[in-house]
């Protein structure tokens, strides 16, 4: 069943969801929250944009044209419908395609920007499979793999694009191989903790094409306190305006 609710705190920004599926998560405020921005950015791509809460966050932080690319149809709709709602179809246009036709919509080197949630688990993690298709495509790599869609960001980035992701920090390694194998040189990465005295759960990266060798680790960023409630700088996210 669709509703809406408020995109956080970000003042009069709405989002049509279905809870039965997916709704969108924390990682979808810490990215655009993350990546370099910039008053010479005038495409932005986000890959798999899902219900579109990282182009109507950036709607916030930019005036340049945002675009997202959603496979699920019924996802898509819902995004459009968001972006309708706030007022911001002007600026944000989406697609209902898979990602690997980009092709068909932009030449290579478009994008100044590029930015992924994309699914974490790997194909063979069959066991952790939810049985809706729409939350098994969200989770899973069962229509783009990481190495896929770090082939395509290199495609679509111009010289010295942005590419910008948030991931599982147990495939932080791997993160790291494919973008240097597709020419994305890593240069900021921040670790992501449930709380102090815990394990990093997922790591926040960015990476340059054709950048220059010089990688910034920023400081740790952690989420609760010790009862469970979220930590200021957290909350500071949340309610931009």
Do not use: C
């Amino acid at each position: 069943m669709k509703v809406v609710n408020d995109l956080l705190g970000y003042d009069n920004l709405k989002i049509v969801q279905n809870p039965d599926w997916f709704s969108f998560s924390l990682d979808s405020v810490l990215l655009p929250n993350f990546v370099t921005l910039n008053k010479n950015v005038k495409n932005i791509l986000d890959l798999g944009t899902g219900n579109a809460p990282i182009p109507m966050i950036l709607s916030t932080m930019t005036k340049a044209n945002i675009y997202g690319i959603e496979i699920q149809k019924d996802i898509f709709e819902m995004a459009e419908e968001s972006v309708k709602m706030n007022g911001l179809d002007s600026q944000i246009k989406l697609i209902n395609d898979d990602m690997k036709k980009l092709d068909e919509y932009f030449e290579a080197n478009f994008f100044d920007v590029i930015i992924s949630n994309p699914p974490y688990f790997r194909l063979e993690e069959l066991s952790k499979k939810n049985e809706d298709v729409h939350k098994t495509i969200a989770r899973h790599e069962e229509k783009i793999t990481l190495s896929e869609l770090i082939s395509i960001a290199r495609k679509f980035l111009n010289n010295n694009g942005v590419f910008a992701m948030v991931h599982r920090s147990d495939r932080f390694i791997e993160i790291i191989e494919e973008m240097r194998k597709n020419n994305i040189e890593p240069k900021r990465v921040q670790f992501i903790y449930p709380k102090q005295n815990t394990d990093s759960n997922m790591v926040l990266i960015e990476g340059r094409k054709n950048g220059k060798t010089g990688l910034i680790i920023k400081e740790p960023l952690y989420i609760h306190d010790e009862n469970g409630e979220y930590l200021e700088e957290i909350n500071k996210l949340f309610f931009r305006r």
